[in-house]
C-alpha cells in the first residue's frame, strides 16, 4: 500500500467489539493513522477483557471511549456528536453478538447507540467461530441487515485456521487489508461523501375507489438511475418512489409511496432527517379525486364525473421551505421547452430545471434514453441524447458543481 496519507482528514470510528480478533486492531489502529487518518476508538466491555484501551490509546492518540454513561467522556464529544464525527464507522472484530445488536436495533452501550444514531456509512468486519458465522441466525442477521439498510457494508469474514483450532470462515480480514479497503472506499471520487440526497420518482395513483386510481406513464427509470449515480459519488441516498417495477439501487435507501400526499409526507420526513440536495424526478399526478369511494364504485349511469381537486406541489413547497436544500426539478413539456422551464425555474424558486420534450417518442416517458436541457439562472445547456443510466452521470455531474457554487 502507498505509505502516503491517503486517508487524510477521514475521521474513522473503530468500533473494538469482544472477540480474539481484538488485538488485530491495534494493528489496524496503526496503519490508518500511518495513513492520515484521525481514529477515535470505542471499546465495549468484551473487547477490554482481550487488550487494553491503554494500547489504543498509545496508538491512536485519543482516550478511548467506552461508556454511554461516563459525564466526563460526554462532557467533551456528547455519543451523539460522536455517531456524527466519524466519516464512517468500522465495526472490527465485529462478533456475531454485535451483528445481532445493530441488527436488533438496540442502543444499551456506547457502540449500539452511536452505531443508531450515525449519519456515515457503517463497515462490519465479522470475526467469530466458523460455527457462529454458519450459525442460520447469524446468516439471517447479517441478511436482514443489509435487506433494512443496503448501504451497510460487511467486509469478510475470511476463511482458514480459528484461534479455537477450528477451520473455515470467521477470520476477522487482515488489517492491512481493512485500511487498504478504507482507502479504496474513500478514494473512489466521491464529492458527495457525507452528504444527503433525496429523490423522487416514478408515477404518483390517486385513489378512486379500492380497485381504480388516475395515475401516468411514468417508468420511474431517470430518478433510479439518478438515485444510483448520486449513490455512486458518496451521497446517502433516500429515494421516495411511486409505484414502479425496477429495481431499487444497491446501497439506496427507498420509501415505498402511492399518492402524492404520501409522497408529500416521506419526502418532508426525510429531509427532516437532513438534506442536502432534492431531486424530483417523480411525475406526480397533479389532481386527484375529491373523495375516494370506500367500496368499488359499481356502473350505472352512461356517464359519470369525478371531481378533482389540485394535488400539493412537493417541489414548490419543499424549495420555498426556510432553508431549502438545493432544489432541481424536472420539466416533462411538449413545446416550447426552454420556455415553460425558464418559468417553472423562476415560480418554483429553483436552482436547476432538466427539461425534456415528452412529444418525442425516443426519448423520455418510459423510454430507456433522454435528452434534456439543463436550465440554471446563468445557463441554458442542452445535452446530447443518452441512455438514462449515462444521462445520470452527467447530470449529477451538473448538480454537484451547481450545489457547490451555491454554498
Ligand atoms: O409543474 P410541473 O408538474 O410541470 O413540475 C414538474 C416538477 O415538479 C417535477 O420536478 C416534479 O417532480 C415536481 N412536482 C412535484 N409535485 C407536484 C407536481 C410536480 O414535486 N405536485
Keep these: 500500500m502507498a505509505s502516503g496519507a491517503e486517508l487524510a482528514g477521514k475521521r474513522i470510528v473503530l468500533v473494538v467489539t469482544g472477540g480474539i480478533a481484538a488485538y488485530k486492531s491495534a494493528e489496524l489502529t496503526r496503519l490508518l493513522i500511518k495513513q492520515g487518518a484521525e481514529v477515535q476508538v470505542v471499546m465495549t466491555e468484551g473487547a477490554k477483557a482481550f487488550i487494553t484501551p491503554m494500547t489504543f490509546q498509545a496508538l491512536s492518540g485519543k482516550p478511548v471511549r467506552d461508556s454511554l454513561l461516563d459525564p466526563a467522556a460526554e462532557m467533551g464529544m456528547g455519543h451523539i456528536e460522536l455517531a456524527r464525527w466519524g466519516d464512517v464507522i468500522l465495526v472490527a472484530p465485529a462478533t456475531a453478538d454485535a451483528i445481532a445488536k445493530v441488527t436488533a436495533g438496540l442502543a444499551d452501550d456506547l457502540f449500539s447507540t452511536i452505531v443508531l444514531a450515525r449519519r456515515c456509512p457503517l463497515i462490519i468486519a465479522p470475526a467469530m467461530n466458523q460455527a457462529m458465522w454458519a450459525n442460520p441466525v447469524t446468516q439471517a442477521n447479517v441478511t436482514r441487515l443489509q435487506q433494512l439498510d443496503p448501504s451497510i457494508l460487511v467486509w469478510g469474514p475470511d476463511e482458514g485456521d480459528q484461534a479455537c483450532g477450528d477451520v473455515g470462515p470467521g477470520r476477522m480480514v487482515e488489517p492491512l487489508v481493512l485500511c487498504e479497503s478504507l482507502v479504496a472506499h474513500f478514494c473512489v471520487d466521491k464529492p458527495l461523501s457525507g452528504k444527503r440526497v433525496v429523490v423522487t420518482a416514478g408515477p404518483t395513483r390517486e385513489r378512486i375507489d379500492p380497485v381504480r386510481y388516475i395515475s401516468n406513464d411514468s417508468s420511474g427509470k431517470m430518478g433510479y438511475s439518478l438515485a444510483k449515480a ?124 432538466i427539461a425534456n420534450d415528452v412529444s418525442r417518442s425516443d426519448i423520455g416517458f418510459n423510454s430507456d434514453h433522454n435528452a434534456v436541457t439543463l436550465i440554471t439562472n446563468e445557463n441554458v445547456e442542452t445535452l446530447p441524447r443518452l441512455s438514462k443510466p449515462a444521462l445520470a452521470d452527467v447530470l449529477v455531474k451538473h448538480i454537484i458543481a451547481g450545489y457547490q457554487k451555491a454554498l
Aim: net charge negative.
Design 230 to 353: 448520486f449513490s455512486d459519488v458518496g451521497a446517502e441516498v433516500v429515494l421516495v418512489s411511486g409505484p414502479v417495477a425496477i429495481p431499487v439501487p444497491q446501497g439506496v435507501k427507498v420509501s415505498q409511496v402511492e399518492s402524492a400526499e404520501e409522497m408529500r409526507l416521506s419526502s418532508l420526513q426525510a429531509l427532516e432527517e437532513g438534506c442536502d440536495i432534492f431531486v424530483a424526478t417523480a411525475a406526480v399526478a397533479d389532481y386527484r379525486p375529491a373523495t375516494a369511494a370506500d367500496q368499488k364504485v359499481k356502473k350505472s349511469a352512461d356517464s359519470m364525473t369525478i371531481e378533482l381537486v389540485r394535488n400539493p406541489d412537493i417541489l414548490s413547497e419543499i424549495a420555498g421551505l426556510k432553508n431549502p436544500p438545493y432544489c432541481v426539478g424536472f420539466a416533462a413539456e411538449t413545446q416550447d421547452v426552454v420556455a415553460y422551464a425558464q418559468q417553472k425555474l423562476a415560480r418554483k424558486k429553483l436552482k436547476m430545471v
